[in-house]
């Protein structure tokens, strides 16, 4: 049967709805009376809980942990998860892979699920990551299990808007960030509130500190609260995580899942190195690549430069696997694509630095490839941490040079880090030495991307604080260059026994002074020849592209007429590198100079300012007379001038003699007597100018009458103006001259109408427009009598105005 009206079924059908609001709000009450009390009874030190459904969570939680297929809580989890729910501060230290993101996030979901945290509340909980890359995987996981909360998370990092973050910053309950980034929201972004923050996280501790963003982190918790909870995780512990940790902790539970274990690593890693001498550490890894084509590789180097040389070098060789390379120079959307993409391919080979070595977790990794020696054990640890993650089986190998094997195996040996040495079969050993020669003989960019990939590499070493490991004296870099195809080793600034500075900053005229009193013609030319200059070296290069024929034959040339075998008239023709501007010099020699002039040839001498002489005895000073600058430097600067209204010259800047200056007067009467000089000046312009304009409107006025009576064309020439001496004319009558009607319209009637061009015409509106413009031209006042005084001249004005 159907309702009467409407009003009873909407009425009928609201009930319900209002009972199921109802309803779902009692059982979230419940459900925070049911934490609180399961909380409370949860005893950490006696609790041994193994599934996340045995723990007191929330629904919500539940649900996104369930959804996201968490069901098994790892060793950190079990021992950190439960202490955090009961609100004590952390210091986790566990092995990587270990799970010690759902350790920090959980606790965070909970906390603020039971605290009836809103987004008015602002921000709650903020967690800090030393890298990009880890702050967005972290992200990503807290999405996942807060799926069904009604919190709101966000990620603040570099590379990214700063002006979109600081829109949508105050109305965060979850943040999570990098240092840099955060620091500068607090200082720069008015609306964001940090008083009512209840938890904060560091994850990778020491690697935070490590990177520099000590200073960072110490403001960042300057701006923070004291009354909130605080965990620190990591995968090591160092003396500045522990001094941090006596700094921002109160009380803090000491969570460690691994010191009793034997090794730092997980037990299902197997762990190798080889010896490689540095030079052979290229083909090695090429053709570990080759014998691995069916894997997921990552290869870590100390530095991005490398990582670019080696990536787009075996790019061009093509080993046979996708590649991808990852460093900190990246842009934040390449760095999240390389990302991505490396994770979600089955066999692929990743080029990156240190920037990964932490907490990044890439699904199914089988081996992780240290081309270059870790810094220490620690990092060797995180590196070789991205593979066998989550008890999964996977595979690390370390290149050794020589003189580096004692050393880091002693580091290892401390840290607990099971390592056994393999070697390479001689039959799978393959070599691309030639081919990345020809490569950079080919092309200059990458002879240039080798060239700093080798300076970073040998500046790396240099840098490194365990001197017992690294040894820069004792490397062969030599060897290195050669097998990276450059045709030599580039000069190293900060290597020893590197004279090119010296050689560099010492007198060319003093060297060659030198090199003529040691002894005889022939070893004056070779000292000559240590003096190097730019031109020297590119003439010496010998992997040009087009002009290398060109340079051969040119340095055959100069080689020739050194020895007195060329024609001395192909100078002028040979002189390729001639000056463009070359100031002469006086042809005439001393009489103890014909000697050397004929003996050969002379250096060149130009005189400066003040008696100076510049000594030309170099391809460098010779280069020296194209420079403005240094010409300017040599002959004096000139003085510039300026011109009066006469066309005289004057200096820009006239001193006069204080003597003169004294003589006028003083100074309070000569400023008085310039202020005078200048006032008088300024009212006689004035009278000219008021003058001249009074001139040019009564010659205005005289024109427009003589045109109204008829007497001039506009063409003519206006009658001349009464002199100011004469008599006056009388105003009476210059004001009968005015015009009596409308001005404008008189003009307007005499100018001829534009007619609209139109197809056809008829005679009616023909008489139209003809009435009308009669009409208008009637639109004329006259006057019954003659103005004669000024009253009469008012009363005109104001019928006319009105």
Same mark, same amino acid.
Do not use: W
């Given at each position: 049967m159907a309702p009467p009206n409407g009003r009873k079924t909407a009425g009928k059908f609201a009930k319900p709805k209002n009972d199921a609001r109802s309803l779902k709000r009692k059982r979230v009450v419940d459900d925070h009376e049911r934490l609180e009390k399961e909380i409370k009874e949860l005893d950490p030190k006696v609790a041994d809980i193994k599934d996340f459904q045995h723990l007191p969570l929330s629904e919500p939680t539940s649900k996104g942990l369930d959804a996201s297929h968490f069901k098994t809580l790892t060793d950190i989890q079990s021992k950190a998860i439960p202490l955090a729910l009961k609100g004590k501060d952390i210091l986790g230290a566990a092995k990587t892979g270990s799970g010690k993101t759902l350790a920090f996030l959980v606790p965070v979901l909970e906390n603020l699920y039971r605290q009836k945290w809103t987004e008015l509340d602002g921000l709650g909980a903020l967690i800090i990551s030393p890298t990009r890359e880890l702050a967005i995987q972290i992200f990503e996981v807290l999405r996942k299990i807060g799926r069904y909360h009604s919190f709101s998370a966000g990620l603040v990092i570099g590379g990214r808007s700063l002006q979109e973050e600081r829109e949508r910053l105050g109305r965060m309950n979850i943040l999570v960030c990098t240092p840099g980034r955060m620091l500068q929201h607090m200082d720069q972004t008015a609306a964001f509130e940090v008083d009512n923050l209840q938890m904060l996280v560091l994850d990778e501790a020491d690697r935070i500190l490590d990177m520099g963003f000590q200073t960072s982190v110490d403001a960042i918790l300057d701006h923070l609260p004291k009354d909130r909870q605080t965990m620190l995780f990591s995968a090591t512990q160092t003396k500045k995580v522990s001094d941090l940790a006596r700094l921002s902790l109160k009380e803090p539970e000491y969570v460690a899942v691994h010191e009793a274990a034997t090794s730092a690593t997980p037990t299902t890693l197997q762990q190798h190195y080889i010896v490689v001498p540095l030079a052979e550490k290229l083909?090695?890894?090429?053709?570990?690549?080759?014998?691995?084509?069916?894997?997921?590789?990552?290869?870590?180097?100390?530095?991005?430069?490398?990582?670019?040389?080696?990536?787009?070098?075996?790019?061009?060789?093509?080993?046979?696997?996708?590649?991808?390379?990852?460093?900190?120079?990246?842009?934040?959307?390449?760095?999240?694509?390389?990302?991505?993409?490396?994770?979600?391919?089955?066999?692929?080979?990743?080029?990156?630095?240190?920037?990964?070595?932490?907490?990044?977790?890439?699904?199914?990794?089988d081996w992780v490839i240290q081309m270059d020696c870790p810094e220490d054990a620690d990092t060797y640890i995180h590196r070789v941490g991205r593979t066998a993650r989550y008890e999964r089986a996977g595979r690390g190998v370390m290149f050794l040079d020589p003189t580096e094997e004692e050393g880091m195996l002693a580091r290892l040996k401390h840290k607990k880090v099971p390592i056994e040495k393999i070697k390479v079969r001689t039959n799978k050993q393959q070599s691309v030495q030639k081919q990345l020669q020809v490569m950079c003989f080919q092309d200059p960019e990458l002879k240039y991307l080798g060239q700093k990939a080798f300076v970073s590499y040998t500046r790396s070493v240099y840098l490194q604080k365990d001197k017992e490991i690294f040894k820069i004296d004792e490397i062969d870099l030599e060897g290195f260059a050669s097998s990276m195809g450059l045709p030599g080793a580039p000069k190293i600034k900060f290597q020893k026994g590197n004279d090119a500075k010296k050689l560099k900053n010492a007198p060319r005229a003093t060297l060659e002074s030198s090199d003529e009193e040691s002894g005889s013609e022939a070893g004056g030319k070779k000292a000559k020849k240590e003096v190097r200059t730019k031109y020297d070296r590119m003439f010496e290069m010998q992997n040009q592209n087009v002009l290398s024929g060109h340079y051969t034959k040119m340095i055959a040339e100069d080689e020739e007429s050194a020895d007195g075998e060329a024609n001395v008239g192909s100078d002028e023709d040979g002189d390729f590198m001639s000056v463009k501007r070359l100031i002469p010099v006086d042809s005439e020699l001393p009489e103890d100079m014909e000697e050397v002039a004929s003996a050969g040839p002379q250096p060149k001498i130009v005189k400066g300012a003040n008696d100076t002489e510049l000594?030309?005895?170099?391809?460098?000073?010779? &280069?020296? +007379?194209?420079?403005? !600058?240094?010409?300017? =430097?040599?002959?004096?600067?000139?003085?510039?001038?300026?011109? /009066?209204? %006469?066309?005289?010259?004057?200096?820009?800047?006239?001193?006069?003699?204080?003597?003169?200056?004294?003589?006028?007067?003083?100074?309070?009467?000569?400023?008085?007597?310039?202020?005078?000089?200048?006032?008088?000046?300024?009212?006689?312009?004035?009278?000219?100018? &008021?003058? +001249?304009?009074?001139? !040019?409107?009564?010659? =205005?006025?005289?024109?427009?009458?003589?045109?109204?009576?008829? /007497?001039? %064309?506009?063409?003519?020439?206006?009658?001349?103006?009464?002199?100011?001496?004469?008599?006056?004319?009388?105003?009476l009558e210059f004001l009968k001259s005015l015009p009596m009607g409308d001005e404008s319209e008189a003009e307007e009637d005499e100018r001829p109408q534009k007619r609209a061009k139109k197809w056809f015409e008829n005679d009616s509106e023909d008489e139209s427009k003809a009435a009308a413009t009669k009409k208008s031209r009637r639109h004329i006042i006259e006057a019954a009598d003659e103005p004669e005084t000024l009253e009469d001249l008012e009363a005109l004005a104001s019928g006319l105005l009105g």
């Open positions: 083909n090695t890894l090429y053709s570990f690549i080759r014998a691995n084509l069916k894997a997921k590789i990552v290869v870590f180097m100390s530095s991005g430069k490398q990582v670019r040389f080696v990536y787009e070098s075996f790019r061009h060789i093509q080993p046979g696997i996708p590649l991808l390379h990852l460093h900190g120079r990246q842009k934040q959307t390449a760095r999240l694509d390389i990302t991505s993409k490396f994770s979600s391919s089955q066999n692929s080979c990743l080029f990156a630095t240190d920037v990964v070595a932490r907490g990044l977790d890439f699904p199914a990794v000594v030309i005895d170099s391809k460098r000073r010779e &280069k020296m +007379l194209k420079s403005k !600058k240094k010409m300017l =430097k040599l002959k004096g600067h000139g003085t510039k001038t300026v011109y /009066d209204s %006469d066309g005289n010259a004057h200096d820009i800047y006239e001193l006069e003699d204080e003597d003169d200056f004294k003589a006028r007067g003083t100074a309070e009467a000569q400023r008085a007597r310039f202020v005078e000089e200048e006032a008088s000046k300024v009212k006689q312009a004035d009278i000219e100018d &008021k003058q +001249l304009a009074k001139d !040019k409107r009564r010659e =205005k006025k005289d024109k427009r009458k003589a045109r109204e009576r008829g /007497d001039m %064309d506009e063409d003519d020439e206006a009658p001349a103006l009464h002199d100011a001496g004469s008599d006056a004319e009388d105003p």
